[in-house]
């Protein structure tokens, strides 16, 4: 599930998968969980989130990969936020042989992303 920013993808990703009993693997919560271990790639992660730079695709997607791997491992269902967002990453999950059920895309209008995106930086 993807959307822009005011969409609500992030609770509305929780909630689904709450009301489904799966888990909610958040590419957000993931990109925080690594930098809160105070690594060399969660300090990277970090110093672009100082930039308010994206996270490079290839550090995307490997923590992805390897939160999805471990979902697979424990025979979980999930609910995936956040990502694919580019085509690189989506084409990184089909080689990992990750290929989605379903996949929504929230949308609002220009005016209304716009809106959120000037409140997120004031």
């Given at each position: 599930m ?8 992030r609770?509305?990703s ?8 799966y888990?909610?693997?958040s590419?957000?919560?993931?990109l ?6 105070k ?15 994206y996270?490079?695709?290839?550090i995307v ?22 990502f694919p967002?580019t ?6 999950l089909?080689?990992a ?6 996949f ?5 209008p ?7 995106a000037?409140?997120?930086f004031m």
């Amino acid at each position: 599930m993807v959307g822009p920013p005011g969409s609500n993808v992030r609770e509305l990703s929780l909630q689904l998968a709450d009301y489904l009993g799966y888990a909610c693997a958040s590419v957000g919560d993931l990109l925080i969980k690594e930098i809160s271990k105070k690594t060399d790639l969660g300090k990277t992660i970090e110093e672009y989130y100082r930039q308010l730079k994206y996270v490079p695709d290839d550090i995307v997607t490997e923590l992805v990969k390897k939160h999805l791997a471990t979902l697979e491992k424990e025979k979980k269902s999930y609910i995936l936020e956040g990502f694919p967002k580019t085509r690189v990453q989506g084409l990184s999950l089909q080689r990992a042989g990750v290929i989605p059920d379903t996949f929504l895309v929230l949308n609002l209008p220009d005016q209304e992303i716009e809106k959120a995106a000037l409140y997120n930086f004031m």
